[in-house]
C-alpha cells in the first residue's frame, strides 16, 4: 500500500537541500473534517550539530473534540540520522503513543549493514501481526526518516517513494 501525505509548504520548505539545516523548522497543522478540527500536528526540524548532513525530527500529533472521544490517539516520534546526497542514513527513531488507550512504544536502532535493531510494546505477535523479516527492515527507514529523505530528493525525484518500516508494519510513503 502507498500512503500519499504531507503539504505542499513542508515539501517546499525541506526540498530546498541544505538551507533547511540553517535554523529550527517548526509546522504546525490542524486536521478539519466536517467543519470540526479532529486532529492536531506538529513536525519540527533541527539540525543535530554534524554539519549540513545531520538532522533530527520530532512530531507530535493527537485526535481532539469528538474524534478524541471516539479515536483518542496521542503520539510523539523523533528521527535522528545522517543525509548524504539523496541517501538517509538513520540512526535512531523511537515512537510513543496512546492508541485507544493502550501505551505503544517502537524504538529503532540502526547500524550500518545489519537489520535495525527493534523493541516493539506490544510485541507484533501480540497484535496478532506477522513479524516484518530482517531482509524488509533493512532496506527500509523509519517513516520520520522516509518523510525525511522523501522531501529532501523531492526537486531530483518528485514521483518518488521509499519502503518504510515503523517497528510493526511495512508500507511505501509516496509523495
Do not use: C, K
Not at 38 to 65: C, K, M, N
Not at 112 to 122: E, I, L
Not at 142 to 161: G, K, M, V
Amino acid at each position: 500500500m502507498t500512503r500519499r501525505v504531507l503539504p505542499l509548504a513542508l515539501i517546499l520548505m525541506l526540498a530546498g537541500g541544505t538551507a533547511v539545516h540553517a535554523a529550527d523548522v517548526r509546522l504546525s497543522y490542524e486536521l478539519n473534517v466536517g467543519g470540526m478540527t479532529a486532529a492536531t500536528a506538529e513536525l519540527r526540524f533541527t539540525p543535530d550539530g554534524q554539519g549540513d548532513s545531520g538532522y533530527h525530527l520530532i512530531s507530535h500529533l493527537r485526535t481532539v473534540g469528538l474524534a478524541a472521544i471516539m479515536v483518542p490517539f496521542t503520539s510523539q516520534a523523533e528521527s535522528s540520522g545522517q543525509q548524504v546526497g539523496t541517501q538517509s542514513l538513520p540512526q535512531q527513531y523511537r515512537s510513543d503513543n496512546v492508541w485507544r488507550g493502550i501505551p505503544r512504544l517502537v524504538q529503532l536502532t540502526y547500524q550500518p549493514g545489519s537489520p535495525p535493531a527493534r523493541v516493539t510494546v506490544p510485541t507484533p505477535a501480540e497484535e496478532g501481526r506477522a513479524p516484518v523479516s530482517d531482509d524488509d527492515a533493512s532496506t527500509s527507514l523509519d517513516p520520520l526518516a522516509a518523510t525525511f529523505a522523501l522531501l529532501h530528493d523531492q526537486a531530483a525525484h518528485p514521483a518518488s517513494s521509499q519502503l518504510v518500516f515503523e517497528g510493526r508494519r511495512l508500507y511505501r510513503l509516496g509523495l
